[in-house]
């Protein structure tokens, strides 16, 4: 148990540090934007009347710290606004804190990329174990090639050939928003429906993008403990292939538990340009939308979220891993 | 100088050697692969001589905006009446090369500090993979997107340089791990032995056995920095200032609303069958070279 907490504490150490990095590209983004935004913002407020404390505050308020002092200290006003959760007001959304517009649009990335990752995790391990198998046939050959194309296709090309054959040229699916805005948002069988409607394209995207990557990481995971001799004795002592299919799949599966984490994570990266595509209001296309209005609060809150998300589904990744892997419990390095 | 020859004739010339004979074997084995690098001779050329094939300013035709494909126009014309194709094939340069400068940052900065992280290990070890795991953790694109903001990317050769100091962490993490496990192999310790010294032991022992691994590293990163840098341009942050198939992507889906219409969908469609074929043929290519380096996916 000691070492699993040993890592857990270097991985949140780690972690801080990590979020420490990207605040601070923030912090220094936000400062070198050209035009300097906030001193524009300051002198414009003491034109029309504050006195220069006021502005100061108001502008503090906007960009959760003080245009003021040496580089130092704005540095350490903004890390404290952090700790507050404080991550000012949005520029482009007069009056809204960002904290808020971020929690709004997360609930819109999470469930998607959750549901879509696990659905290609369902159907890629499945899979996979037919392509280990079957790997010297032509239905293994397929299958090897069509996921490494699948894993290879950056998602916005997934997403712009699905959005062309369902939106398109077969309008199935609608395209923009969650829902119908006509509908009354509830628990009424029309809303969840339209709900339901308006994610299936997102959705399928990230699966699709996902199964790619499943099939070839199950695929070598199943040759790989098709070479062990556990198999080998197993088929000795002339059991069926239904159960030497089923050791293979237990064994085969652990180690992409920790890859369904950090993909998990990755995806909110890659979330980014399915929610362009789709117009599904998330936090990819809160940041997306905070660059094109220069809104530099939101822009850093949305990207300071999007890192936090990764980083903790790597801590959850590696601490699956130490609890599946009895190598490293046991206090040895598996690499 | 003259390598030392351990026993079984393990010279690096019979590895060579034995090398082209597996490349040749395994390309031979499926007529996919040899799809794949004749895929990939295409775009080489698209991307060398492409621009050369048209005049400098594409010729336009105001009668036939968004044109339906037809034989005159394979794909189509855009919204003020330029060959899709035309477009599609002179836009290769700028994706190619920028792919390449990113590969070779890529590729030059993973190796290095993966080989010396790994040949040297102990307290620079942990530095540069405390730095590499930090790099690999921070999202790429969104990363990209904010820098954008403060920074535009202009030229092609300055955003392969940009995408190659963003790319290196998962070469040099693999480097690394080829690095350990070659480090303990005979010909390095025979090498330590004879008291070679490190930079011809990395040089002239651990480099060439790991050239095909880097050579695989590197088509890869190819195929990353398609994809990062015709996303960015897709997504609208950067300023157009060439042709390019992120640029056209952008104007055809959300100046020509190909979303919604099919009229602009050929356009739309043209530099995404270039992308898919591309990564066609880096994954066909790929495939074969795993075959090489992984013995155990291939069927006893």
């Not at chain 1, 999470?110 to 198998?133: K, N, Q």
Request: hydrophobic share 50%.
């Amino acid at each position: 148990m000691t070492v699993i907490a040993r890592r857990l504490a270097g991985h949140l150490a780690r972690g801080f540090v990590m979020i420490l990095v990207v605040t601070t590209i923030s912090f220094v983004i936000i400062r070198n934007i050209p035009g300097d935004p906030m001193r524009a913002r300051y002198e414009k407020l003491v034109e029309q009347g504050m006195s220069p404390d006021q502005a100061e505050r108001a502008t503090a308020v906007l960009y959760g710290f003080m245009p003021k002092g040496t580089m130092w200290e704005q540095y350490v006003d903004y890390m404290k606004g952090l700790l507050r959760l404080d991550l000012g007001q949005s520029l482009s959304v007069p009056g809204t804190g960002v904290t808020t517009l971020l929690a709004s649009a997360a609930t819109w990335t999470i469930l998607p990329v959750l549901v879509g990752t696990l659905l290609s995790f369902a159907v890629g391990i499945i899979m996979g174990v037919y392509a280990a198998i079957k790997r010297s046939s032509k239905l293994g050959d397929v299958l090897a090639v069509s996921g490494s194309l699948l894993h290879g296709l950056p998602q916005y090309v997934l997403a712009l050939l699905l959005s062309a054959v369902f939106t398109t040229l077969l309008p199935i699916f609608p395209t923009g928003g969650t829902a119908d805005v006509t509908l009354e948002p509830g628990l009424n069988a029309a809303y969840v429906g339209s709900l339901i409607q308006y994610a299936t394209m997102p959705v399928l995207t990230y699966a699709l993008a996902g199964y790619g990557g499943w099939i070839l990481a199950m695929k070598s995971s199943v040759v790989t403990v098709l070479g062990d001799d556990f198999i080998l004795a197993a088929e000795l002592r002339g059991l069926k292939r239904g159960f030497i299919f089923r050791y293979v799949a237990r064994n085969a599966i652990l180690p992409l538990f920790t890859i369904l984490a950090l993909s998990l994570g990755l995806l909110f990266g890659g979330a980014i340009f399915i929610e362009r595509i789709f117009t599904y209001p998330g936090l990819g296309l809160l940041l997306l939308n905070s660059i094109t209005d220069r809104d530099y609060t939101l822009m850093g809150g949305a990207f300071l979220l999007i890192t936090v998300a990764i980083v903790i589904a790597n801590i959850v990744a590696d601490m699956l891993y130490t609890a599946i892997d009895p190598r490293v419990r046991s206090g040895q390095e598996a690499s | 100088m003259t390598a030392p020859t351990i026993a079984g004739g393990n010279t690096r010339a019979t590895l060579r050697r034995n090398f082209r004979r597996g490349v040749w074997r395994a390309l031979r084995r499926k007529p996919s692969r040899m799809m794949g690098v004749v895929i990939l001779g295409v775009f080489t050329f698209m991307g060398l001589f492409g621009p050369l094939l048209y005049p400098e300013r594409l010729p336009r035709d105001d009668n036939a905006l968004y044109a339906a494909p037809s034989w005159a126009h394979p794909f189509g014309t855009d919204f003020e009446g330029t060959d899709v194709l035309a477009l599609v094939i002179t836009g290769a340069r700028y994706v190619l090369l920028t792919a390449l400068v990113t590969a070779v940052i890529t590729v030059a900065l993973g190796t290095a500090i993966g080989l010396f992280a790994g040949f040297r290990r102990g307290r620079w070890d942990a530095v540069l993979m405390r730095i590499t795991d930090m790099k690999l953790t921070i999202p790429a694109l969104p990363l990209l997107l904010v820098l954008s903001t403060i920074w535009k990317f202009t030229s092609a050769i300055e955003m392969g340089l940009v995408l190659g100091f963003l790319g290196w962490g998962g070469v040099a993490r693999a480097v690394r791990a080829q690095t350990l496990s070659l480090r303990e192999r005979g010909f390095v310790e025979a090498a330590r032995g004879l008291g070679l010294s490190t930079r011809h032991i990395i040089g002239r022992e651990l480099l060439p056995s790991m050239a095909p691994f880097i050579a695989m590293n590197t088509l890869i990163a190819v195929t990353g920095a398609v994809y990062a840098q015709v996303g960015l341009f897709f997504l609208g942050v950067l300023p157009f200032d060439a042709n390019n198939w992120g640029v056209m992507l952008n104007l055809a889906v959300f100046g020509g609303g190909a979303l919604t219409t099919t009229t602009a969908l050929p356009y739309m469609l043209a530099p995404l069958l270039a992308i898919l074929l591309l990564t066609l043929g880096i994954v066909l290519v790929v495939d074969a070279m795993d075959e090489i380096f992984n013995p155990r996916l291939r069927e006893e």
